[in-house]
């Protein structure tokens, strides 16, 4: 039994080398191809090897082009034109801009070998759109876009509008919620997990330079455009293939461009999803007018009313004392439901979905925690922010919270011990020793403090 499971063991591993070999040898070959091909027609970029060429058979690499228009896709983005959008002319639009130099972009990701590329330009279009208007990075899951509204078929293909209405109506939730998996078949849980962003609209970006330069002027702008197999070796400069190109077939991101790229023909600056490894650190400039780039373009709207107003620190909290405090929002429709998504409150306090906060903390220390309101609007909006609240006070061993250490300390802990009597506030009340325990240890070390010269009770 042992033999045979250790020659099945071998074949396997000698499967897997042969695999990576073989694919090795035919990333190899494709390369030359390309690179003979950049050299005979002059072209201004440079190609090379990477994991995802080395790693996924041309199969596999297809199926990563998941860009596909349903059948009422013109009506769908001409509800979303609006006719006050107007473009500025060249002389008014910068020759170079890139959102990638104001550190706003968030990073990189890998959509794996699903054809969720359409998933992943939209989320990270909201993800560069919150991150300047409201200074935050988010990781958002497109797993949850891609269970929760293409169940069963999204890693065969889409396109951003499917993701947008998701992020409008039921919000994007955190990465860490829906792990991103690049399989379809996950079960949806995002109802599990809170929003933490939601998009308020959108708008449609006719396919022309200057309507997307000043589109991304705002933010970036996730585009569709024709992806040819050469571009799986992209390793630097600007990318061109032919001419014009009416297939689509890839989504991706376009966080900028340059008018003196491509010999002052410009190019944009455009994020990928197949990694950082890939390309330039995931990145890729593309001639303007080439391959269709620019289809499908739209500039997401982003609420940015709503707001928390109170200060990032929470006035200070003591153990021996009630505490309470109202958070208060802003820009929004009332009433407000309030939630901690991220951390907890100390024990003692308690946060209702008002926004209140009350109780009698029971230790001493910093708490922060993220805290999320939204607004009755329809359909809803919403906004968090991380808080801090220090609680102070309290003396170990002042078991009765009057600010000294005496006899009534001593009667407290023996009434609590032995005689079911209220707990002392907070949890260094009624320890004297360090031990984080309360017994009878606790009141003997307060009674040689207070009439033997023994040493005072420990401090946290």
């Known amino acids: 039994m042992k033999k045979s499971i250790t020659i099945i063991f071998l074949i396997l591993i000698f ?32 190609a090379d090897l990477n994991p995802l060429v080395e790693q996924y058979t041309p199969e596999e690499l297809n199926k990563m082009l998941g860009f596909k228009l349903p059948d009422n896709w013109e009506e769908i983005w001409r509800a979303h034109l609006d006719e ?43 993800e560069a759109i919150y991150s300047i208007y409201r200074g935050r990075k988010l990781d958002l899951s497109e797993q949850a876009t891609l269970s929760c509204i293409s169940y069963g078929h999204g890693c065969e293909g889409g396109w951003m509008d499917d ?59 996730a585009v569709a455009f024709m992806a040819y197999n050469d571009l799986y070796y992209y390793s630097d400069g600007c990318y061109s293939h032919g001419g014009y190109e009416e297939d689509l077939n890839h989504a991706v991101l376009i966080v900028g461009w340059d008018d003196d790229m491509c010999d002052g023909e410009g190019a944009w600056r455009v994020k990928n999803s197949w990694g950082w490894w890939w390309g330039d650190s995931g990145y890729f400039w593309i001639k303007y007018d080439n391959c269709n780039i620019g289809y499908a373009a739209a500039l997401l709207q982003l609420d940015t009313l709503l707001d928390i107003v109170n200060s990032k620190q929470l006035p200070t909290a003591d153990v021996c004392g009630d505490y309470s405090f109202q958070f ?37 220390g910093v708490a922060s925690f ?6 009755s609007h329809d359909p809803t909006r919403i906004y968090f922010d991380y808080f801090d609240l220090s609680i102070e006070g309290g003396t170990n061993g002042d078991a009765d919270c009057n600010g ?40 003997t070390y307060l009674i040689t403090h207070l009439y033997l010269g023994g040493p005072p009770p420990c401090d946290y």
Request: charged content about 25%.
């Open 15 to 46: 499967g897997f080398i042969y695999t990576i070999a073989f694919g090795n040898e035919r990333a190899e070959k494709e390369l030359a191809e390309i690179r003979a091909k950049i050299a005979e027609q002059g072209l201004d970029w440079t």
């Open 84 to 126: 006050s959008f107007l473009p500025k002319t060249k002389d008014d639009l910068p020759s170079y801009f890139n959102w990638e130099d104001s550190d706003v972009i968030t990073d990189v990701k890998s959509q794996g070998g699903c054809g969720s590329c359409w998933d992943f330009a939209a989320t990270a279009a909201v």
């Open 163 to 221: 993701a947008y209405t998701h992020y409008h109506y039921d919000g994007a939730i955190a990465e860490e919620g829906m792990p991103y998996q690049a399989d379809d078949m996950v079960e949806c849980v995002e109802d599990n997990y809170p929003a933490i962003v939601k998009v308020d609209g959108w708008t449609a970006i006719p396919q022309s330079r200057n309507f997307i330069k000043t589109a991304v002027l705002t933010a970036p702008v």
């Open 328 to 364: 208060e929002a802003v820009g929004g429709v009332e009433p407000y439901k309030w939630s901690i998504i991220d951390g907890q409150l100390p024990d003692g306090l308690v946060f209702d979905p008002s926004g209140y906060i009350y109780g009698d903390p029971a230790e001493t």
């Open 370 to 375: 993220a805290v999320r309101v939204e607004d």
């Open 404 to 443: 000294e250490l005496n006899i009534f300390d001593v009667t407290f802990l023996i009434s609590y011990l032995y005689l079911d009597g209220p707990a002392p506030q907070f949890e260094g009340g009624g320890d004297c020793n360090c031990s984080y325990n309360c017994d009878i240890f606790d009141i």
